[in-house]
């Protein structure tokens, strides 16, 4: 009757089942065991709980619902600077505050690749002194905008660097740097 009780623990602790330890328990006692046979009876129970409770501890977890994409572990924070302010005016479209004495707007527009290689020159284009808007396509990569605005004798009069755009990050606090001019 012991044999048969510890047994049933045994193949439930086997197929990774949790046993009924105190139906268990208690049909030992109900057996009509002496004390020193219970005793014992009740200590091979209780080495049969402990194995079951080591195979949990040292079980691989249950695999988890699959996971969603990762996200990066390094994020270029948008950031702003010159000596011009350069805001948002629309989804992916930079503004500004024209002056008089600038004749022209050099544009470059670099992407990065990847978070650990250099900006490379993607396009370059001009904008009349009078402009005070730059659409941009924007994706996965970061972008950067250098943006100049030349006098008619060619001297450099407003400067801003946009840098670190993302789609993504197009909506997120972007972070203005001291520039030396």
Do not use: C, F
Request: charged share 30%.
């Amino acid at each position: 009757m012991i044999d048969a009780i510890l047994s049933e623990a045994r193949a439930a602790v086997a197929a990774g089942r949790d046993p009924d330890w105190k139906s268990l328990r208690d049909r030992l006692r109900a057996a009509g065991l002496g004390p020193k046979d219970l005793k014992e009876a009740m200590a091979r129970l209780e080495r049969i709980g402990a194995v079951q409770r080591a195979r949990r501890v040292s079980a691989p977890p249950v695999a988890a619902a699959a996971p969603g994409p990762r996200p990066a572990l390094l994020r270029t924070k948008p950031t702003i600077t010159g000596n011009m302010d350069v805001r948002r005016a629309r989804e992916h479209v930079l503004a500004w505050s024209p002056l008089p004495v600038v004749e022209s707007w050099e544009v470059r527009i670099s992407e990065r690749p990847d978070l650990r290689s250099d900006y490379a020159v993607r396009e370059e284009r001009s904008l009349p002194g009078a402009a005070s808007e730059l659409e941009l396509e924007l994706g996965e990569t970061p972008t950067r905008v250098h943006l100049l605005g030349r006098s008619r004798a060619g001297k450099l009069v407003q400067r801003a660097i946009v840098s670190g755009l993302t789609r993504d990050g197009w909506s997120t606090r972007w972070e203005r740097r001291a520039s030396a001019s």
